[in-house]
């Protein structure tokens, strides 16, 4: 999984000169530490392959674990309602939001506001509902600095 992921974000960079596969794999690792299950971790090494054009459905559906592909495929839905989101989708997205908000210092300063607020508003709230406690703490800390 972790050579298709490096394949598939391939020349791809984060806003920091990054590869983009860093993020993926921390995302992984926070779904990880999250508690989620193997499906999901894999998801989350895919989690924005399909959103920035470098994984074709072929491809995934051939090498995935039938339940990661259905998470990744579900992770594919423009501007979804997370709270109606599967729980794995909501983990992605969370893991997701949490490395972003880690690494939110490389973004212009509207975004970390629009961003932080995101962050309070919408993955805060399901956070707790997940009963995440930590991930709530943390993602508190990182978004009230941008926050007006």
């Known amino acids: 999984m972790y050579q298709f992921s490096c394949r598939a974000y ?16 921390n995302v992984s690792i926070i779904l990880s530490e ?13 989690c924005d ?3 920035k054009g470098c994984m ?9 674990p039938a339940e990661t592909f259905r998470i990744v495929s579900d992770l594919t839905v423009e501007k ?3 709270s109606n989101s599967p729980e794995e989708v909501v983990q992605v997205k969370l893991a997701e939001r949490l490395h972003n ?11 970390k506001r629009e961003k932080a607020e995101e962050t309070v508003e919408i993955f805060m709230p399901l956070a707790r509902k ?6 709530v703490d943390e993602l508190h800390a990182l978004a009230v600095r941008w926050c007006r």
Do not use: F, P, Q
């Not at 989620?36 to 090494?45: H, I, K, S, T």
């Not at 074709?56 to 995935?64: P, Q, S, V």
């Open 101 to 111: 908000m880690r690494t939110i210092d490389y973004i212009d300063e509207a975004r």
């Open 56 to 64: 074709k459905a072929e491809e995934a559906k051939k090498l995935l």
């Open 130 to 135: 997940m009963n995440h406690v930590k991930l």
């Open 34 to 46: 999250m508690g989620a299950d193997a499906n999901v971790v894999l998801a989350g090494m895919l």
């Open 49 to 51: 392959a399909h959103a």
């Open 10 to 25: 391939a020349g791809k960079k984060r806003y920091s000169g990054e590869e983009y596969v860093t993020h993926a794999l």
């Open 80 to 82: 979804m309602d997370l």
